[in-house]
Structures are given as C-alpha cells and as structure tokens.
C-alpha cells in the first residue's frame, strides 16, 4: 500500500509538530509545507519536503493526498476550502472557525466532499480522559449533573507565543476548545444555553485588545449544570504554561481529574480511590518520535482514509462546540443568556 502524501499547511508552534508527526508515520510522506514565513523553509528542508509560501501554488505542483492546517485559529476557513475543492482529505487544528458562519460553511462543504476531514480535539486520545470517559459510562458516579472546567496560561502564551494574532481569537477558542469538546463528548448530551462574563485589562494595557479571562455557565440537557473558566494571564513564574481541572459531580459520586499531577479521585457510595495516570499524555517523545495523544489522533486519520470512514470528531460531529463558543461570545456581548443554536 502506498504512503499517504501530506502536505503542512502553517508551520508555526503546532504546524512544526504536524510536520514532524505526519513524517514519522510508516505509512505517510510529508512531501510540502507551506507558510508565508519564508524562514520556516527549514521545517521542510529538515523532512526533505518542499517548502512553499501559498497553498495555491503548492497545490499545483504537488500530488498530495491530506493537508494538514495548523493555520492561526481564525484562519482555517481558506486553506480548508481550497484543500476540499482539490479534492484532498483534511486534518484540521482546533478549533473549526472563531465565527459560526465559517464553522457551518465547513461541516457543510467537509458533508458534501466525500472526503475525510478531521478536527484534531486529540485530547479524546489522552489516557486519562479516557479512562474518565469509561467511568462515566460505566455509571460510577450516578448520573452526572454538575461539571466544573478550569483551564489557565502564562501570560506568555498570549503575549508572546501568539502575539500576532491572540486579539483574532479568545480563551473560549484558543483554550477551552478542548475543554468543551471533551464534555459533549463525557455527557453524551448537548448544550442548550450559555450566559458569560469575562473581564479584560492586564492584556490592553499591553496593546493586546482581548479578554484576560472568561467564565461560561452552561446548560446542557438532561439538567446538567457545566461552569467553564478560560484565562490566560498567569505569571511567567507559574511552573506550567498550560494548567487545569475539572470536576464532575453526579447522583452518587464526584471525580475530580488533576491536570498537572495527572490524578483522579473518585468517591461514590461504595467508595473511594484515586488514580495515577503514568502513560503517554498528549505529545511525548519516546525513542526519537513523538507518542501521546496528538500522534494517535493523526493514526486515527489515516486509518479513517484507508478504511473510507468518518472520523469521530469530524466538522459534523464537532460542529456544537463552535457553536457554544458563539453562544459565549455572543451572551459576552449583550450580557444575557443565549440559547445555543444547534
């Protein structure tokens, strides 16, 4: 069976990572990159893919058979469409689109395509989500009716890892995309209305016009009550970049899930005990390759290309998480509830 050709469309922080994992796959070729940067060419020279500054001219000199977009998170719109009207598969970083417009043109077209188009919410592949997920099912806390999402930054992410482009996107966006998706995906229900407050200043001050952090009530059906914390202004100090927890309480029992220690604790009516997860997490590196989450989301695409199935977090399958955080960004903007336009 032939290599599936790839090409990285935006090679920045995570499109670097792209380009790594697609080329260390046995059964993939990374033969392009493509970014407007011309210092990023050797990303592509250090796989020996070609290096181009536009998807259209990549697109005709290239027989490609995936792109992979790492784009900014408001400009995954273009490259997508492009790619699907070439008639290529698509691997797509979080989140969708910023805007519900774009979000519903893309699960339309990606529905229309006959092509396998993935959103890469790799955090389903986390052991310990995982392993969370089971629990869940398996009815170990009762019925699940309160969810409490955390998730935080250094302040360097957004003024210096993203600075040209952190005032394009949100905390809601750029990190609690995978917060809300994994919910949809723990609950198995579907949000129905959001009301948000956010506060904003640290980053004005710091010429960055964008909301220091954020905190999101949201109800989904079946009476579950959800609360999500966004902010991205934690001293450079903090020992982590990225940090967070989540607790989810049921009819009989609560877990609590430590990001940072990688623990649950688990406490129902029989019991109680706690977990520590030592496995690979999201993007470790193991014997000179990198394993974790992020490499056995890219496996689970090009098993859904070999096989010509649906990839489980297609647009359509993902779709109502933009459409949450449009609710956020709207419900900010009027300062009422809204319903959640699914």
């Keep these: 069976m032939s290599k599936l050709r790839i090409a990285v469309i935006g090679a920045g922080i995570l499109g670097s990572r792209h380009a790594r994992v697609f080329a ?41 058979d995936a792109l992979a977009i790492a784009t900014p998170d408001h400009l995954h719109r273009d490259p997508v469409i492009a790619a699907l009207n070439a008639g290529k598969h698509v691997f797509v970083e979080k989140p969708l689109a910023t805007t519900l417009a774009d979000a519903r043109e893309l699960a339309a077209v990606s529905a229309k395509s006959k092509r396998v188009v993935m959103v890469n919410y790799s955090q389903r592949f986390v052991t310990d989500h995982l392993w969370i997920k089971r629990a869940l099912d398996d009815g170990m806390i009762g019925k699940p009716q309160i969810v409490i999402s955390v998730k935080f930054d250094t302040i360097s992410v957004p003024t210096g890892m993203i600075r040209s482009w952190s005032a394009q996107t949100s905390p809601i966006f750029f990190m609690s995309s995978h917060d809300l998706d994994l919910t949809y995906w723990f609950l198995n229900r579907k949000p129905i209305e959001v009301f948000a407050h956010a506060t ?19 109800q989904f059906d079946g009476g579950i009550t959800t609360n999500f914390h966004s902010s991205w202004i934690h001293p450079n100090t903090y020992p982590r970049v990225a940090d967070g927890y989540l607790q989810i309480i049921g009819s009989d029992g ?16 029989k019991g109680g005990q706690k977990v520590e997860f030592t496995g690979l997490h999201t993007a470790d590196e193991v ?34 998480v933009t459409e949450t955080q449009a609710a956020v960004i709207e419900s900010l903007k009027i300062g009422l509830p809204v319903k959640v336009t699914g």
């Excluded at 050797?42 to 000199?61: H, Q, V």
């Excluded at 609560?254 to 009516?269: D, G, K, P, Q």
């Excluded at 989301?297 to 010509?308: A, G, L």
């Design 254 to 269: 609560a877990l609590m899930y430590n990001n940072r220690t990688r623990t649950v604790e688990l406490f129902n009516s």
């Design 287 to 320: 014997g000179g390759k990198i394993t974790g989450a992020f490499t056995e989301s890219v496996r689970h695409f090009i098993t859904c290309i070999r096989e010509q199935r649906e990839p489980q977090t297609s647009p359509q399958n993902t779709l109502i």
């Design 200 to 218: 904003r200043g640290t980053l004005d001050a710091q010429g960055i016009p964008v909301h220091d952090g954020l905190n999101a009530l949201i």
């Design 24 to 64: 260390e796959q046995p059964d993939a070729e990374l033969v392009a990159v493509v970014d407007v940067n011309p210092a990023r060419a050797e990303i592509a020279e250090s796989f020996g893919a070609k290096f181009y500054a536009d998807i259209s001219t990549m697109l005709a000199n290239e027989n490609v």
